[in-house]
């Protein structure tokens, strides 16, 4: 069962196109990066399967029911941008108000629970104005969690972490998708840590799905390659091309070499040839440059 | 001159200091580089700056003036947390109020202007509410920019763009800099991109600035290594401690400290029976420096 | 590189003043809120003398008369510090009640925007914050003042009561009235400067100090003392059908003195404290 099967889904602003028959499918238990440029329509997508925003068209199924359907609604956790708490309240204070909202019925337990979920169990009574960015963050999380969430929504929760802020909360969000079921849809611009977590991607563009795949597809559609320095570059490369079949020249001045079993092999070729290499180093297409290729493929 | 010169501020709160006896210099023309952790002090350092906050103690100078003088302070655009908005307002009344406010001579030209840099000019009649974080974050951004700032404080301005956002963004900064002589402030936990364009630094930590410097510094400080890697470590590491005086095996790699010419090592190592599997030439970029000056103090 | 001559102009008073006054009408004259409140204060007074003497059509009750001319839902005849009923109280002094609030929330609004960092920022002097937030608070009262006496002449036409009165006296205290926005406006401006970090406070006071509970309950001790005319409230209630050019004179000298005062106050407090 999927946790979220959007098919056909649109909205519009006006004349703008937020999203326009956007298929979608996010498997139970997976952490779904969900990728785009900003206005691509990855926030009104988001808004809609949390029912803050009406769709024009299209159908939303959350674990197989229709997303207006009250008890599946109650097993969503959302934290769009900011958590949205009142500054002068303690944490404590703020999760019990959000308890008493979801009639949650006993509150301190569930609040302690989720308040250790998210590492915040020694800072609950601290009032919400005096947290650190990264701690609101994960009372926005710890928010979304309440009530035994079984899917969170979370809008760009990483941004303006620090180092160390970004490192709890990717530990905290692996926690929650391997030892307590939750699936989980997050967006985020920062792709080299989005990829560390991520069990699946989508990727929109212009408020369409242009990919959706999982990590290991990817990982697949990612080669491995042999990335090369040398003085004399054209020669070298002409070397290689009488041996490998697929040779390219990036754009930092690096020769790559896609179909190299091992860099030794091509180490002792080269210097055969005359030739001495300057850098070598065995390296794999990551999330960063598959998107910016995708990205510059559409244009 | 310098656009921003502060010495021996405090500002606490509560009786808790959140910048501590701070000295920051920023030279006219510079990308200062603002760098800390979450809650180390750089969001008060700059709304002292801006006025906002009143200082406990200490002395903030602008270009060598006060910072209380109305003629500097009506040249500082600044987006510091958020773009402080009218939510049911438009994007252009937002921005036509900031022209009113600064008395801007053509104002619809200079919303046109700066909603062309971040990419938003078909967005201009969009309440704001209605935008996305990471056009609230532009719109922040394009506020900062209009009339003729001589100084722009930025407070995490990069986050939630995408890679062209940042890109566009680090194109801006450069250009207003170098081609107006702005001086740019900016704080960023993105070191990456900070590294790309920053002219100096400064690192803060608990309220206190423990670092300052330029780039160029920055770049005579790293130390420039070459990792190598191959099947027989330990063999390799034997031979190139005949040839070379700094080798350290760290990790999974070998490292030759202070060595440019890698083909010699490629070289040596071929003749001594050594085929290389990886090397790289390396350099101790900000990140690094930062986290390893960040342990450092942790330790003491 | 061509770089620039960095040059720094001080902007005059006046320029700085404009500037912030600009922005503040701007944001007056591109939100509804301005003219909801402007209808607030028409309706007000067409409300309480359209549904005085109306016959209950369940009970056939008629309600007592509250006015039987159509200029003491302006002002009284006498000035009258203590209060007896809502007829002696419901006059054109509740215009600053719903002024009180308006600012409230004008200003409230600046700060849960977070527009005021734009303002703080390239405005060093906080004089102009305070300035320009009284003018334009002073502004509004006086166009409610005008839409309370067209909604008051128009219910009066309609309901049919008397229209006698003396002219002058009438005038008088209309711009006595119109006159007290300024220190009306100071002294909620001021409030709101105090509780700029509770929104809900500084809303709450506005209404509290509006209703001149405090002044009303001093006249309950002192009796209808003139010496009540020093404050905003008493000179509010001085301004009434029996007024002359000397009560627009105290009037506007109790309107000035206690501007200055909070204005004075406020500024010091800013630029004494954090802005948020």
Not at chain 1, 212 to 224: F, R, V
Not at chain 2, 44 to 64: A, Q, R, S, Y
Not at chain 2, 257 to 281: P, Q, R
């Amino acid at each position: 069962m999927n946790a979220i099967e959007i098919k056909n889904l649109s909205k519009n602003f006006g004349s703008k196109q937020a999203v326009c028959s956007l298929d979608m499918t996010v498997p139970k238990g997976a952490i779904y990066g969900f990728i785009g440029e900003n206005g691509s329509g990855k926030s009104t997508t988001e808004k809609m399967i949390c029912g803050l925003i009406h769709p024009d068209g299209g159908s939303i199924k959350l674990f197989g029911r229709d997303y207006t359907d009250a008890d599946v609604r109650a097993k969503v956790g959302v934290l769009i941008e900011s958590p949205g708490c009142f500054p002068n309240y303690s944490v404590w204070n703020n999760m019990k108000l959000q308890a008493a909202n979801l009639n949650i019925k006993n509150a301190d337990t569930e609040i302690q629970r989720v308040l250790k979920m998210v590492r915040m169990e020694g800072a609950a009574g601290n009032k919400y104005k005096n947290c650190s960015l990264g701690m609101k963050q994960r009372i926005g999380i710890a928010m979304a969690l309440l009530g035994k969430s079984d899917l969170l929504v979370l809008d760009e929760p990483i941004n303006g972490l620090d180092a160390d802020g970004m490192r709890i909360m990717r530990e905290v969000l692996c926690d929650l998708g391997e030892n307590h079921g939750c699936t989980i849809l997050i967006s985020s611009h920062i792709l080299g840590e989005l990829e560390k977590i991520a069990t699946h991607y989508g990727i929109i563009r212009g408020g369409k799905m242009i990919k959706e795949m999982t990590a290991e597809e990817l990982e697949e559609s990612c080669p491995t390659y042999v990335a090369l320095k040398t003085k004399d570059i054209n020669r070298a490369k002409a070397n290689l091309a009488c041996k490998y079949s697929r040779v390219e020249e990036d754009e930092a001045g690096y020769i790559r070499v896609y179909d190299a079993k091992e860099p030794e092999e091509i180490v002792t070729y080269l210097y055969e040839n005359g030739i001495l290499i300057n850098e070598i180093t065995t390296a794999k297409i990551g999330l960063e440059e598959y998107y910016i290729d995708l990205m510059k493929e559409g244009r | 001159m310098n656009a921003i010169e502060i010495k021996n501020l405090s500002k606490s709160f509560r009786g808790m200091y959140a910048v501590d006896h701070l000295n920051m210099t920023v030279p006219v023309g510079a990308i200062y580089g603002f760098i800390g952790e979450n809650g180390s002090g750089k969001s008060t350092t700059e709304k002292l700056i801006c006025g906002h906050l009143v200082p406990d103690c200490g002395e903030i100078k602008l270009f060598g003036k006060d910072y209380t003088n109305p003629g500097v302070r009506v040249r500082v655009g600044a987006l510091i947390e958020n773009a402080g908005c009218f939510p049911n307002s438009s994007v252009y009344q937002n921005l036509r109020m900031q022209t009113i406010n600064l008395g801007l001579e053509n104002p619809d030209e200079e919303i046109d202007r700066v909603l062309k840099i971040v990419r938003m000019e078909d967005s201009a009649n969009i309440k704001f509410k209605s935008c996305s974080l990471g056009m609230k974050q532009r719109i922040g951004i394009a506020m900062a920019l209009l009339g003729d700032p001589a100084l722009l404080i930025l407070d995490e301005p990069i986050n939630g763009l995408d890679t062209d956002g940042m890109r566009i963004m680090r194109e801006i900064l450069v250009d207003i800099t170098t081609n107006y002589g702005c001086t740019v402030l900016i704080s960023s936990h993105i070191l990456g991109e900070l590294e790309k364009i920053a002219t100096h630094y400064g690192i803060i930590r608990q309220g206190r600035m423990i670092m300052e410097m330029s780039a160029k510094e920055m770049d005579s400080r790293a130390q420039n290594f070459v990792s190598i890697k191959t099947k027989d470590m330990k063999g390799a590491e034997i031979a190139l401690k005949n040839k070379f005086d700094n080798v350290k095996a760290e990790g999974e790699y070998l490292r030759v400290y202070d060595v440019d010419d890698t083909e010699a090592i490629v070289e040596y190592l071929l003749k001594s029976g050594h085929v290389v599997n990886e090397i790289k030439k390396n350099k101790i970029g900000l990140e690094e420096y930062y986290i390893e000056l960040m342990s450092k103090k942790e330790e003491k | 590189m061509a770089q620039r001559e960095l040059k720094f102009e001080s902007p005059s008073f006046f320029k700085r003043l404009k500037g912030m006054l600009g922005v503040d009408f701007y944001r007056l004259f591109h939100t509804p809120m301005y003219y909801i409140f402007l209808a607030i204060a028409a309706i007000i007074p067409a409300m309480i003398l359209g549904t005085s003497g109306m016959e209950n059509p369940q009970t056939g009750e008629i309600a007592p008369q509250l006015y039987t001319n159509v200029w003491h839902i302006i002002a009284a005849d006498s000035p009258l510090y203590v209060v007896n009923s809502i007829a002696e109280y419901a006059n054109m002094n509740m215009v600053f009640i719903f002024g009180g609030i308006m600012v409230s929330i004008f200003i409230g609004h600046d700060y849960k925007s977070g527009y005021v960092k734009q303002l703080f920022t390239t405005h060093a002097k906080k004089q102009d914050y305070m300035l320009s937030k009284v003018i334009v608070g002073a502004f509004s009262m006086a166009c409610m003042c005008i839409t309370y006496l067209i909604g008051a002449v128009v219910a009066g036409l309609l309901t049919g009561v008397s229209f006698e009165v003396n002219v002058m006296s009438l005038v008088c205290a209309i711009v006595g009235k119109i006159i007290m926005s300024l220190g009306w406006a100071s002294l909620y401006t001021f409030l709101n400067i105090i509780f700029r970090k509770y929104f809900g406070i500084s809303i709450a006071s506005s209404f509290f100090f509006g209703t001149g509970i405090l002044i009303i309950g001093a006249a309950a001790i002192l009796g209808n003392n003139s010496l009540l005319n020093i404050f905003l409230y008493g000179s509010s209630v001085y301004a009434c059908l029996s007024a002359n050019i000397l009560t627009v004179l105290v009037c506007f000298v109790c309107s000035i003195v206690w501007a200055v005062i909070y204005t004075a106050l406020g500024t010091r407090i800013l630029s004494k404290s954090d802005v948020y």
